[in-house]
């Protein structure tokens, strides 16, 4: 008994501290899983993240039969409570429920520095069994308390389902891969070499320090905020984050200096994304496995420019020689603050009209092109980055898609007559969101939008002002999404104002003023 005569905890261990199997041969260490196996069969099950890390890996070891088993996830119900939006870790939900310390921030003694024995190991075990066990009792409580019972059966029957995706992951074509990194690479090279030249300083865009110095001590601008995106007072750690650059641009800055925070801007939103899809790094892990590589055989290193660290600016290698297919692991969360399911990878934001401000010569040279407004980079077209993404080998993928499926739903759950009444009727609903934020009364809406469809692409119209129009769908779609999830107005118009064309870089909301927020958010 670990605690008292009521419970007795049982810790059944595969693996010492040094990475050695406990059993000393293949038979006894099947006996422990199937004997584990047979409790995960015949028992209920309670968990804390079993859905979304237990099953796949009970799965990945032959211990469970039943891939879409309901059981108890105590994570799961914490995420269906009226604290949804707080920590959902075993530790902060032990001590919502007992008057007991935050126990697991104290010593993880799955870090082995922290484990003085194996023995560590097993009673670590045993505690998270104990807590999840006694907490899940409280926590169904707390879930029938807040009245949402029913949703937290709907998420416990998505489970199994999203198990099975994220041990599905993507495959990857390393070809596409390999040449999207070059791409990249050069485009971030060019980038950071404009800046310098811009700037007229040797100056390292990686380099948050250097950036600040350069602005508020060199050329003496004050901070428009702090490290916490707030107003800078003297003594706040001053920020040279996007948001900062683009208010001090706001604010009035000598054109070179203009030029050269736009080159920085775009290099940030360059290494950003190389960094997130493309490159190898801690958060993205492209694995190979033998099968893959038996399908497709293996394609050649890739060399470019480096872009961070000691060698930053040198010729050197991107990604080595590799096989054509590689896989992507990730893992889905059920139900974040937001109720969107989102993913632990960020493989649901991977591009698809990712930026590419340049086309190069021959010689790797920017191509160049006269304008009224002086020399301006020629522009090469979007890429799709999702066209590296492809199905297993004799397998194919299939799309769905339901047009502002989102705002379908929340119209239903807030029973929004206005939104419902428009899709009823057919309307534009996005349109018509951007025509209350211009208008007081539903009325004067409705004024508005029927006097701008018949300009739009969707009511026929083309040119300009249909262009025009488009731009205001774009306004109600951010502006409203952004509200949705909690945006007060200062935040509603830096984001907006940070916003840049994925597909080129300049900003999407250029012309906006915080006297128009203002408007929007009272409307």
């Known amino acids: 008994p670990f605690t008292n005569s009521d419970e007795l905890v049982i810790a059944v261990p595969f693996l010492w501290r040094d990475g050695r199997h406990c059993w000393s041969d293949r038979e006894t260490r099947q006996r422990a899983w199937d004997a584990v196996k047979l409790v995960i069969d015949r028992c209920a099950i309670v968990g804390q993240n079993f859905y979304a890390y237990d099953i796949p890996v009970l799965a990945r070891h032959g211990a469970i039969t039943d891939r879409g088993m309901l059981c108890r996830d105590l994570m799961l119900a914490h995420k269906n409570t009226i604290e949804c939006d707080l920590p959902h870790g075993l530790g902060f939900i032990t001590k919502r429920c007992f008057p007991v310390p935050l126990w697991k921030s104290n010593v993880d003694h799955k870090v082995s520095d922290n484990a003085d024995s194996d023995r560590d190991y097993r009673i670590y075990g045993c505690e998270d069994a104990t807590a999840t066990g006694r907490a899940w009792g409280i926590m169904k409580e707390h879930v029938k308390d807040g009245g949402f019972e029913k949703q937290f059966r709907i998420d416990s029957r998505k489970g199994p ?38 700037a007229g300083v040797d100056i390292n865009p990686n380099s948050s320090d250097q950036v600040k110095s350069w602005l508020y001590k060199d050329l003496g ?32 800055v000598e054109p070179h200096v203009d030029r050269a925070l736009d080159w920085l801007i775009q290099y940030k939103s360059c290494v950003k994304l ?39 600016g040198s010729h050197g290698l991107i990604l080595p020689e590799r096989p054509l297919l590689s896989w992507l692991p990730f893992s889905y969360h059920q139900r974040p603050a937001t109720g969107r399911l989102g993913s632990e990878r960020n493989v649901q934001n991977i ?78 609903p996005h349109l018509l969101n951007f025509c209350t934020l211009k208008t007081r009364d539903i009325d004067d809406a409705y004024k508005l939008y029927h006097e701008l469809f018949p300009h739009s692409e969707k009511g026929g119209g083309r040119g300009p002002k249909a262009k025009r129009i488009k731009f205001y769908r774009t306004i109600a779609k951010r502006f409203i999404y952004l509200m949705i999830y909690g945006g007060e107005e200062g935040k509603l118009y830096q984001t907006l104002k940070a916003e840049r064309n994925k597909a080129t870089g300049e900003r999407t909301f250029a012309a906006i003023l915080p006297s128009d927020v203002e408007e929007w958010y009272d409307n």
Not at 221 to 245: C, F, H, M, Q, V
């Open 221 to 252: 601008y004050e901070p428009p905020l702090n490290t916490e995106g707030r107003p800078w007072k003297p003594g706040d750690a001053a920020s040279a984050g996007t948001a900062a650059i683009i208010q001090l641009q706001d604010l009035g």
């Open 161 to 198: 389902a999203i198990s099975q995706m994220c041990e599905m992951g993507m495959i990857i074509n390393e070809r596409d891969r390999g040449r999207y990194a070059a791409l990249y690479h050069k485009i971030a090279g060019a980038l950071s070499r404009l800046f310098v030249q811009e």
């Open 351 to 428: 591009i698809a009209n990712a930026f590419a401000p340049f086309v190069f010569d021959d010689n790797d040279e920017i191509v160049w092109k006269d304008t009224p407004a002086g020399p301006k980079p020629k522009r090469r077209k979007p890429t799709n980055l999702r066209t590296m993404i492809v199905a297993p080998p004799d397998h194919c993928i299939v799309r769905a898609d339901m047009a502002q499926i989102e705002l379908r739903i929340f119209a239903e759950v807030a029973q929004d007559r206005v939104l419902l009444d428009a899709f009823r009727a057919g309307h534009d």
């Open 274 to 312: 190389t960094s997130s899809y493309i490159d190898k790094s801690d958060d993205i892990e492209y694995d190979y496995h033998q099968d893959l590589v038996d399908a497709g055989g293996f394609v050649p290193s890739v060399h470019g420019e480096i872009l961070t660290g000691k060698d930053r």
